[in-house]
């Protein structure tokens, strides 16, 4: 099963600001973008000279925040109410 | 006392949160338990198992009404290879039995409930607040601000569950960032399957349920683990990796369970199976020197935000409820003292000492460097181990001596005897 098929199953209520905020200028530097990978709903892509981030598939671990060998990101949580609800957790 | 003051605020509705603020509300204090999720559980994933024993201490019986799915009365560890498995396992009428030692959940319907009981004990349940800020007078927390209008509440005691990214705690000076050595990211799927297939599959009746820790090539080298549980009508399908190792890997973890869905023996268990969610959390994997200090003036920190998980033993849910309690039981000694001090606080993590909770922590101390050191421990042993019950099993008319010659050329070639001997001195010092 496709990821992309897995997260179709999720409820979120997205806000209409991104929680992730990755500092751009680090990201150009980060040679590897592990967070393009090891992020479980794949919420990172590197498309030209870009990191795209699509915070509304976000399921609020908190990988990338740990993650983030520059430390780069300002994390927060969505608002009170707002992003993923699992209904079975 | 005005509309924002209560006795105590508690932030966060899962298990730590809830049973501290049970505890208070039956205690009669006017309790307000602050929680970002749509509803409890909305935002709280767990692999699945909670313990009865901890949870007991906080409600008697809790299981004749819990949305429970099933006791566990077996359970099996497997020793994965590519395309096959060693399985130790316990099973026990026993553990079938009142009072039960451990029970399957899905989060959202049990922290559902739980906050519930916590309502009706008289705690105001206030769901879809983020607490974005602590709010202090000097050094002392005199309450927390919400992300709402007139979000500012008042309380002499604030006791911090918000889970493992616990950015309150870590803005408190409580903690400085976690180390991507001290958590475990772990994803999960929860598979449907008809309660029947479930109990047939797994050799179980009514009620009944097994969990299955899975160590080896699910994992690809990585520190980490992967578990199957059964709930009454799906499967909690999951693996979990110290996070610094799959940063290093090029690894998803979206590829990892996809890979430990397809092995064969795990294929034949989730056959025809639906998957219905899909969720991601993280572990605190870093054990007693990962545990930030436990109280400040006004703050008690409890559960995952206070790293109490024993990963060793797969235990948190149970750290969490009883860290919750005495977080709660302190707040009630300290009024009695009328004293909130940390000082007076301290209490708290006495109360810890003696439980399992910081001895077992402590004994465990040097479980997470060992193996993170030591990542054969998770890649080498298991595939041995399957190398050799392979070579022993097969009757071929080869006489067991040259059988045992070549299980001896099989570990040695990999492995010498003082490697060996110094694994097992490691694992000897390491849980002694």
Request: hydrophobic share 40%; with cysteine; glycine share 8%.
């Amino acid at each position: 099963m496709k990821l992309e098929d897995k997260l179709y199953l999720l409820k979120f209520k997205p806000d209409e600001k991104t929680h992730l905020q990755p500092k751009i200028e680090d990201c150009a530097n980060c040679e590897e973008k592990p967070c393009t990978l090891f992020c479980p709903a794949g919420v990172y892509k590197w498309e030209e000279g870009k990191l795209v981030v699509s915070f509304e598939n976000c399921l609020e671990c908190g990988s990338c925040r740990i993650g983030c060998k520059f430390a780069s990101l300002e994390w927060r949580y969505p608002r009170g109410g707002y992003g993923v609800s699992f209904r079975h957790g | 006392m005005s509309e924002n003051a209560f006795d105590a605020i508690v932030v966060g509705a899962g298990p730590a949160g809830t049973a501290a603020a049970y505890v208070l509300a039956k205690a009669g204090w006017q309790v307000v338990l602050l929680e970002r999720g749509d509803y409890p559980g909305a935002k709280n994933v767990m692999g699945g198992i909670l313990y009865r024993q901890a949870m007991e201490e906080v409600m008697p019986s809790f299981w004749k009404e819990a949305p429970v799915e099933r006791y566990i009365n077996e359970q099996r560890i497997w020793l994965l290879a590519s395309d096959s498995a060693c399985s130790f396992g316990y099973k026990s009428d026993r553990l079938a039995r009142e009072p039960y030692n451990a029970f399957t959940i899905l989060r959202a319907k049990f922290d559902s409930w739980f906050a519930n009981k916590a309502e009706e004990a008289g705690a105001i349940l206030v769901p879809q607040t983020l607490v974005e800020d602590l709010l202090f007078e000097g050094d002392k927390v005199i309450g927390v601000r919400a992300g709402r209008e007139e979000g500012a509440v008042f309380a002499p005691v604030v006791i911090l569950a918000e889970g493992v990214n616990s950015l309150l705690a870590k803005k408190a000076g409580l903690h400085p960032e976690i180390s991507p050595h001290q958590v475990a990211l772990a994803v999960k799927e929860t598979i449907f399957l008809p309660q029947e297939k479930i109990e047939d599959r797994f050799n179980l009746e009514e009620g009944e349920g097994t969990a299955i820790e899975i160590i080896g090539e699910n994992t690809k080298g990585l520190v980490g683990t992967g578990f199957i549980y059964t709930n009454r009508e799906s499967l909690s399908v999951g693996a979990g990796v110290l996070l610094h190792d799959l940063v290093r890997s090029k690894l998803s973890p979206h590829d990892l369970i996809e890979g430990m869905k397809a092995h064969p023996l795990i294929r034949r268990l989730l056959a025809g199976g639906e998957t219905q969610e899909y969720a991601a959390h993280l572990i605190p994997e870093g054990g007693w020197a990962a545990i930030p200090p436990l109280c400040k003036n006004g703050l008690l920190v409890a559960g995952d935000a206070a790293m109490l998980v024993n990963s060793l033993h797969r235990e948190g849910s149970n750290m969490a409820l009883t860290s919750g309690r005495l977080a709660a039981e302190t707040a009630l000694q300290a009024k009695e003292k009328g004293d909130f001090s940390e000082a007076s606080l301290g209490s708290y993590r006495r109360a810890l000492e003696a439980s399992f909770v910081l001895q077992d922590l402590r004994k465990y101390r040097n479980v997470s460097d060992l193996f993170a050191r030591q990542t054969h421990f998770f890649s080498l042993y298991p595939q041995m181990a399957n190398d050799v019950a392979q070579e022993m099993l097969i009757v071929d008319g080869v006489p067991k001596s040259e059988k045992v010659r070549r299980v001896r050329q099989m570990v040695f070639g990999k492995l010498s005897k003082w490697e060996i001997l110094k694994d097992l001195y490691l694992l000897w010092r390491t849980f002694k």
